[in-house]
């Protein structure tokens, strides 16, 4: 039992386990003990420093688009995200529901929505209570920076005029006098304008402190204002929940329709005069009508946990199309070093070529493939697909999984090559006195040998596509992660910065599962279990 | 409790009192919008249900920026678009990609404001003590920067500014501001595509939303722009707005809602549809209470800093969306037109309009050759559909949800003449010609065309 476990752990590289096993068996605990120590403990601690270094130095940074995050605003800032898509989703349901459940849910929010009336009351007197003291603070920290400006500029100015005037006076008495004079002259009119530069300076650092003074902020104001934001924010979502409910659920809108259409027909079948063909055409009309309302779906936005779906889709796309790609040229080059020559240019040109620059050209090109994307074979075909057709795939998302392929096909390309190369030349030998033909030996040999690093190699390139993923989908807008880093960023909301860090901790999160599972491939496919990495 | 059940239930048994529904071509949709405050009539006819009621499910989806929402409606990604009033015009007269681009509803009027950063406007106050004060004389005109721009200029240098897109209304905005000022914006011609020609500022474009981002990082002095990255600058204390498109011309045309000419054709009923939702949403905006107080922005402002609509925090919004413009921290004032989605007749697709554009983009070169009069004419015609506009507008009279005097009064879909810019200009969309050479900077044509 102890070794199976051992093993299996082993296998998914979850190394630091094991010593939690031993020692669970008694097996060398003060051994155990220490390494749990280091494998374990260490690694937490370092996080819960970085958490506490994170949390101490972040406020200390202020930027215009508002403060660095501390870990609690973005534990927010998720709770946010999470809520967005909850709210979503309770629409689309509500839109498909019974007449009983609705009737129901409409209870619910009714009794809600009567809650906030008094809740929205309280935080708004708050709120007015809030700002009136703090106008009171922030009046008494900007009046004296302003009085100062205010009056150092009227000194500036009388100043100015004042010396200017006496210039002017003096300036009348020259046409008398000879050079000497007038050079003098010139020099006090440098020196008035060394003064004026000085007096500006001077006037600018008190402006500094009025605007700086100007900038200050409470956060008991922005605590009240986030509250009453959050209940103005629920009842956005619950009055509009209320209609989906009511009049604009789907089960409303056939009923609507199937009245419509049994008066038409009433009126097509008891008419006796009138233009019959227009009474027809009417009650052909609404019956499609009613189909289409049938049939309809609430059109939902993409939320974060869709998008984080549908680019898990686009990066195994773009890896599958890259392995497709990468093996089978990975073991001609292999197998004959002619093959290996041919292709060396192309690797060592292409390789180093970034996503940003594969992208635009990949999108020019697939667009010209599908001039009119609705009605393409392949998008037609992939909407009959049961799970790829709620995640639509478009021209956009081809590009970007294009993308990902070119871009991470290289390293399974240069494995593999590497690993076809090296196979033993006794076991080739063996193959040959066996009279083995090409495909038994490719797949007898061959391929087994090479194994271990072609899948070395997958694993780096699904690494190298999820995160050219991101970038891809920055840039093309394909719905994704990427567009929501790229939406949260163009909103510039107070919020957005704290969105963003959410983002990094998710895409690292998927990230390390990712490299996790090729790790267990690796393994499994691996004669010594020694080849991997952590 | 009786009285709640039977409301509830007639909430669940829905009217039955709508009139008939089109028969739509195409019910489920994908509408693009670029998150600015202009685009709240798409945004709210799908979240007050208006695109419901005519039976579309329609879908509303961001784009980063102009060009990939216009590539994006050509190709078909998505059927329609908020659009800027040059970028149907332009598309189907060629410049830049070529298209043809259509639009039956004007989305709104003004709603624009030019910002320059901190420094600027310190060296504008020093140029012109006026300036420096907490409520300055409005509306300021660009004679305080241009000696910023000779200094910059004696020195090698060029002033950068920002604008959003080569044919979009702040380029003609910021080039009217700067040229009513003597200060040369650049003309485009066949070879030189930037516009930079003969310039003495160099304008560029940028997003809207990384506008700001860009002012801060010092790339750009100052730019043009929609609301919130007005605003957004001046919570962010980067910089300071100085002028509104309200300013430089009264109830300016700003954004439309386009179309392919083929979606168009295709779709006849579902553009009728679209315009009527469209149109509500934009009555529904301007709804006021009897003190002129309008009373449904805050509710719109809400709705619009939705994360997946414009996103941007409802205190930022709020403040140009509910009738007044916060120019400094120190400067709130009532602009109760900044933004009109409804009154002055605003949702009519005008070709006076259309024909101001053309105008434009033959002042500063972007038309590389001079057409007679009658082309300016054609072209509007081409473009802008009052016709789907009239027949959307005459249903909801019927439906009892717009009255008879809600409907523009045109005879043949041109604006009076109008002398509300900054400079006193009078434009008269039947006179092109004369309007293009009564520029001091500006391409003259000849004005024997005016006939033609």
Sequence with gaps: MKYKILKAIDISGLNFLSPVVRLAYRENPRKQLREIGRFIIVPIVAFLVFLWLWSELAPHHRTKAGEVPTPSVVWEASKGIWLFHKRETAKADAYLMSSADRLKELHATTARLSELDALEAKANQKITEV??????????????????????????????????????VEAGKLPTLGADARLAYLDKIRQNEIR???????????????TEAQTKTFPEVKRAQDAVTSLAEERQFLSKY?????????????????????????????????????????????????ATTEGSQYAKPWTLPKQIVRSLICVFTGFLVASAIAIPIGIFCGLSPTFMAAMTPFIALFKPVSPLVWLPIIMIIVGGFMPEPENHWLVKALD???????????????????????CSLWATLVNTALGVASIDKDHLNVARVLRLGFASRLFKIVIPTALPLIFAGLRISLAVGWMVLVAAEILSTSQGIGKFVNDMYTNGSSESFAQMFVVVFIVGIIGMFLDRIMIVFQRLVSFDSGAAAI | MRTKYLLLTAALASGLAHADKLAVEKDELKLGFIKLTDCAPIVIAKEKGFFDDEGL??????????????????????????????????????IGTKADVVTPFTMDLNGNGITVSNSIWEEMQSND?????????????????????????????????????????????LRYWLAASIIHPGFYSESDVAGRTDAEVELSVTPPPQMPATLEAGTISGYCVGEPWNQQAVAKGIGVPVVTSYDIWKNNPEKVFGVTRKFADENPLTLVALTKALIRAGKWLDETDASGKLVNREEACRILSQPNYVGADFEIIKKSMTGTFTFQKTDVRDMPDFNVFFKHDCTYPWYSDGVWFLTQMRRWGQITEAKPASWYAETAKKVYLPDVYMKAAEMLVEEGNLTKDDLPKTEDGYRTATTDFMDGNSYDGKKPIEYINSFEIGIKDDAALSGK
């Design chain 1, 384 to 406: 009959h697909v049961p799970v790829l057709k709620e995640y639509k795939v478009d021209p956009m998302f081809i590009s970007s999984a294009l993308t990902v392929a070119l």
């Design chain 1, 131 to 168: 700002k009136t003291t703090s106008k009171e603070k922030f009046d008494a920290i900007v009046a004296p920076s302003k009085l100062a400006y205010d009056q150092k500029r009227e000194q500036f100015r009388a100043a100015n005029t004042a010396r200017e005037a006496a210039l002017k």
């Design chain 2, 57 to 94: 499910s329609v879908e509303v989806i961001a784009q980063s920026n102009w060009k990939v929402l216009l590539d994006n409606v050509i190709t078909g990604n998505i059927d329609g678009a908020h659009m800027l009033s040059g970028q149907p015009i332009a598309a189907t007269i060629g």
């Design chain 1, 242 to 290: 209320m209609e989906m409910l009511g009049k604009d659920s789907r089960e409303s809108k056939s009923a609507e329709s199937s009245a419509r259409l049994s008066e038409a027909r009433e009126k097509f079948l008891t008419a006796t005069d009138g233009d019959l063909f227009r009474l027809g055409s009417a009650v052909v009309k609404t019956e499609g009508l009613l």
């Design chain 2, 129 to 173: 003590p006026e300036l420096d004060s907490d409520k300055p004389k409005h509306p300021i005109s660009a004679a305080a920067l241009k000696p910023i721009v000779d200094d910059m200029l004696a020195e090698g240098e060029k002033l950068q500014l920002g604008m959003v897109f080569p044919v979009s209304t702040h380029n003609y905005q």
């Design chain 1, 196 to 210: 004026t530069e000085a007096g500006k300076e001077e006037l600018k650092l008190l402006k500094a402190k009025y």
